[in-house]
């Protein structure tokens, strides 16, 4: 399906933004909406999502549409964040997610150039690889999806104060992977 869809972008066929809504919005939709906190906001993510991939259509059929979707989503919102103040309308949720992360991960003036960016991306994925599957569909879900503890125990059927101790537990991994590997 995903082929095909890329297909249709590469010819240019604009019914496939309304697929691509239908099949991809309601993920996206969620996405800018735990980042951001405003219905309003998060359609606008999704509208920007989708000028963007029609803009930029996914070069080759290798690429995983929904990843390249979540991407330039969130991308959106996260240009949404930087020119709102967070507070005004919401975005509780990502500043919590972002916050709990600060402490372990080094910051914008230690990560100066792309080498080191990459580098950090690489051992947060071979780290990520280390996690038992749930482990790390909660990592995911609280630090890439923006999901609320709540939601998260909800969808895995865990006790919220579980959800925290997991993410708790799994941040401290990090930190002493991260010193491990010299990030930190």
């Known amino acids: 399906m995903e082929r095909r869809l890329i297909a249709l972008l590469q010819k240019r066929d604009e019914s ?8 991809y919005g ?4 969620s996405l800018a909406y735990n980042m951001l906190g405003s219905r309003e906001d998060a359609e606008e993510c999704v509208n920007d999502m989708l000028l963007a991939v029609w803009n ?3 070069p ?20 949404r964040l930087r020119s709102q103040t967070r507070q005004k309308r919401g975005g509780k949720q990502f500043a919590q997610a972002l916050d709990e992360l600060s402490e372990i991960l080094p910051s914008d003036e230690r990560v100066e150039s792309e080498v080191e960016q990459r580098e950090l991306a690489r051992v947060l994925k071979a780290f990520l690889n280390t996690l038992p599957a749930d482990t790390r569909h909660i990592f995911f879900l609280r ?16 006790q919220q ?6 993410l708790l537990r799994t941040r401290k991994k990090l ?9 930190l």
Do not use: N, W
């Open 16 to 23: 496939v933004l309304q697929e691509l809504r239908r099949i």
């Open 26 to 29: 309601g993920l996206c939709f």
């Open 56 to 58: 930029s259509v996914p």
């Open 60 to 79: 080759h059929d290798s690429v995983s549409l929904e990843a390249y979707l979540v991407t330039l989503v969130r991308r959106a919102a996260m240009d």
């Open 143 to 158: 630090y890439y999806m923006s999901a609320p503890v709540k939601q998260i125990a909800s969808e895995t059927g865990m």
């Open 161 to 166: 104060s579980a959800v925290k101790m997991t």
């Open 175 to 183: 930190k002493e992977y991260l010193e491990k590997e010299g990030m």
